[in-house]
């Protein structure tokens, strides 16, 4: 079965598993997972250290290709299409935001935010990229090289490149984990409202208080998808993560 809280998905997986190599063998990281996001709002997927939330993360958003196991998004197979095709399918619908921010240090933040558009022969929107810059207070720093940045400010140009690229679906992958507690509450409100006014976003975190913002909670373990539930306290977020077991860190 597909886990899902409605009928209408944007995104689908189905006996998604994935291995590694190790010393002992080949060792899943995933297991038949199966997941239905729906379009728009926001999810979160946690789980206790090497549940495999970063892995499916991966999987679903066509940056890992499963070992079995397909990927629909907006339909599409992902994994059916060919690199190029991917490629050209996830500049024009996915967004992402990484811990690591995936930025290049010698280029400025603004290039750093045209140059997806540019690599697509997209016109950028030079109204919501000005605006952008001045909500999350980098309009002054637009032409300083990421590599003198830190790393609030390279987190906060990593959402402002995901949100001028205008993608449908944003996948986040610890968005706040190296973040203090005044860019958290900037990076989680801007998460949170775009998913308010119609864009699917997907966001791993370990932070309960991160996933009780999300309209659907996927718990995670030893590969598995455990349970699949609507928005939750983070009291109640903790006491599934204690069931579950391990520590919260991924």
Sequence with gaps: MVYTLGDAYVIKAENVSKLVSSLDGPQHILRECELGI????????VGPSGAGKTS???????????????????????YSLNEESRARFIRRNIGYVFQQYNLIPYLSIDDNIRLPLALDKTPIDEK????????????ARRGSRVSVLSGGEQQRAALCRA?????????????????????TSIVLNELRQLADTGRTVVMVTHDVESASLADQVVFMRDGFIS???????PDQISHQMARLGGNHDD
């Design 38 to 45: 729906a379009e728009r709002g926001l999810t979160a997927i």
């Design 56 to 78: 499916l993360l991966y999987c679903l958003s066509g940056l890992d290709r499963p070992d079995t196991g397909r990927v629909w998004v907006d339909e599409v197979d992902l």
């Design 128 to 139: 919501l990229l000005n605006s952008t810059l001045e909500r999350f207070g980098l309009a």
């Design 163 to 183: 949100i001028v690229a205008q993608p449908r679906i944003i996948f986040a992958d610890e968005p706040t984990g190296a973040l203090d507690t005044a860019n």
């Design 227 to 233: 349970q699949v539930t609507g928005r939750l306290s």
